[in-house]
């Protein structure tokens, strides 16, 4: 699996959202500048992941962005899906019936696939929110965040 900046840029998208008071409305503006994220592509990312339910978009002045759903209910994998990231090995590759090594190396790619994904599906926004609070209280900060 590689994580492309669709991926990276996303994850630090929801997580920042996940850290505003009450998860209310963030501009894409502000998100963009806290996150050091381009504001037209974070933009494009968050129209996908409202299509997929995982943000929604809320109008006027003191609108923008806000989560969906609680943290808790939203995961890396979600995430990840959401903006077409992809986590398949190996794609369209069939293993040669004749070669032992290949079967053994698909199985084995197969397997890793498996765990990465169960992972990806277990791991939580909430999971990230407190990783970032506690690395945050380790460097002495309160309030910056940025991953």
Request: no cysteine; charged share 20%.
């Amino acid at each position: 699996m590689k994580l492309t900046t669709r991926g990276h840029y996303s994850v630090k998208a929801l997580l920042d959202l996940s850290l505003q008071p009450q998860f209310g409305p963030t501009s894409v503006k502000s998100i963009a500048n806290r996150q050091e994220l381009p504001a037209p592509y974070l933009e494009k990312l968050l129209i996908e992941m409202r299509r997929a339910g995982l943000v929604q978009s809320v109008r006027g002045a003191q609108g923008g962005y806000q989560l969906a759903r609680e943290p808790a209910q939203i995961s890396l994998g979600q995430i990840l899906e959401a903006v077409g990231e992809t986590i398949e090995p190996l794609p369209r590759h069939s293993p040669d019936a004749s070669q032992a090594e290949d079967w053994v190396t698909f199985s084995l790619w197969n397997r890793l696939h498996k765990k990465l994904a169960e992972a990806l599906y277990t791991i939580s926004l909430e999971d990230l929110y407190y990783d970032v609070r506690s690395w945050q209280a380790a460097l002495g900060e309160e309030t910056s965040f940025i991953i």
